[in-house]
């Protein structure tokens, strides 16, 4: 008995610790999701502010509006492309550390932009605007550098697996359409073992019937000739036997006539 209620009580335990365990989980994941949330919403009104800033004001404050969001939108798009090439290709982790170690800069220089802006003399921000355009001109060049060789590599995978797909499309549709090749083939094939059979067997066309004698010899030849080339003739049915008239029979000088008949 108090064992079993050892075993409950455990049970009890790990299902309230299990519980815990998910509540925390939970509440940490939709942490992250407000927090996201929130971020998303204040870069989008940032760079809503920093391009109604860069069209609509002059001077100081709208160069300095142009290169914050010359940045910031070189720095986020390099970022979306290297965390979605380092999931599908391992060796862009090196990129993707480079990138963070340019960030640094990229932020650093952001929040300098940005304290500038709030700056009432504007003279001095004038003097410092050629030097923040180049700091800003090299940490883009080097974001791009980075955001264009990753989609380069990524295009050339890509390019890599269509040809060799296209090969293997290539090959398989030959296989399907292996008839197309080898009747040629079986057709010379059947063709010369049709001439052998004929010629190297010794086998010759059937001999055509002798021609009557007493027939042209001229139509005698053209009769073998269509017989030899035309197959069998029809045979014919039985013909029916009459007697030969002898009032027609052709007489001769050296035959005897024959006497008549008498009666006694």
Request: glycine fraction near 6%; proline fraction near 5%; avoid cysteine.
């Amino acid at each position: 008995m108090e064992a079993a209620i050892t075993i409950l009580a455990l049970l009890l335990v790990a299902f309230v610790a299990l519980g815990v365990y998910a509540t925390v989980k939970a509440v940490g994941a939709a942490k992250r999701g407000v927090d996201r949330t929130i971020t998303q919403a204040r870069r989008t009104v940032e760079d809503t502010t920093l391009r109604a800033k860069s069209f609509g004001q002059t001077g100081v404050a709208g160069e300095l509006a142009q290169l914050r969001l010359a940045l910031r939108t070189s720095m986020r798009a390099t970022q979306d492309a290297l965390h979605a090439g380092v999931a599908e290709d391992a060796s862009l982790a090196e990129s993707v550390a480079l990138f963070r170690r340019l960030s640094e800069h990229g932020l650093e220089l952001d929040d300098e932009l940005k304290r500038l802006e709030r700056e009432p003399d504007r003279a001095t921000v004038a003097g410092l605007l050629p030097k923040l355009k180049e700091r800003t001109q090299r940490i883009t060049h080097s974001a791009e550098s980075l955001r264009w060789a990753a989609r380069d590599r990524a295009r050339q995978f890509a390019d890599d697996d269509l040809d060799a797909l296209n090969a293997q499309i290539d090959i398989e549709a030959g296989a399907l359409r292996h008839w197309t090749v080898e009747e040629p083939s079986q057709a010379s094939g059947a063709g010369a073992s049709a001439s052998t059979a004929a010629h190297g067997s010794g086998t010759d066309w059937p001999e055509p019937a002798p021609a009557d004698p007493s027939a042209d010899p001229s139509a005698g030849n053209s009769s073998t000739a269509d017989q030899a080339w035309s197959g069998p003739t029809r045979e014919e049915g039985p013909q029916a036997i009459t007697a030969p008239d002898p009032r027609l029979r052709t007489t001769y000088p050296w035959q005897k006539s024959t006497r008549p008949e008498t009666t006694n």
